[in-house]
Nanobody, 113 residues
Framework: QVQLVESGGGLVQPGGSLRLSCAAS????????MGWYRQAPGKQRELVAT?????TTNYADSVKGRFAISRDKSTVYLQMNSLKPEDTAVYYC?????????WGKGTLVTVSS
């Protein structure tokens, strides 16, 4: 089993910054992709950013230039800058390996004045 634990969510004003972390533990495989997804109220879950085991990154158009994904061994980070109210959502950590997705429980990010 793989466990993913997110942290770092909270309330921030528009234009502010937050850093999310996700630590993976359990049956960790040597090569896997990790990423962040988010789900806003009444909307479907959507990709925010992913990072492959080799370091290749991918971002949703809506966050390019504002968010940065990085990883250190089995921990993945999401640095979020210039936050907007539309970034408000539950953010989920994802680990993808051989066609199987593992998910964290999510952390709430609220962008509001």
């Amino acid at each position: 089993q793989v466990q993913l634990v997110e942290s770092g969510g909270g309330l921030v004003q528009p234009g502010g910054s937050l850093r999310l972390s996700c630590a993976a533990s359990g049956s960790i495989f040597p090569f896997y992709d990790m990423g962040w997804y988010r789900q806003a109220p009444g909307k479907q879950r959507e990709l925010v950013a992913t990072i492959a085991s080799a370091g290749t990154t991918n971002y949703a158009d809506s966050v390019k230039g504002r968010f940065a994904i990085s990883r250190d061994k089995s921990t993945v980070y999401l640095q979020m800058n210039s936050l907007k109210p539309e970034d408000t959502a539950v953010y989920y950590c994802n680990l993808h390996y051989l066609g199987v997705d593992y998910w964290g429980k999510g952390t709430l990010v609220t962008v509001s004045s």
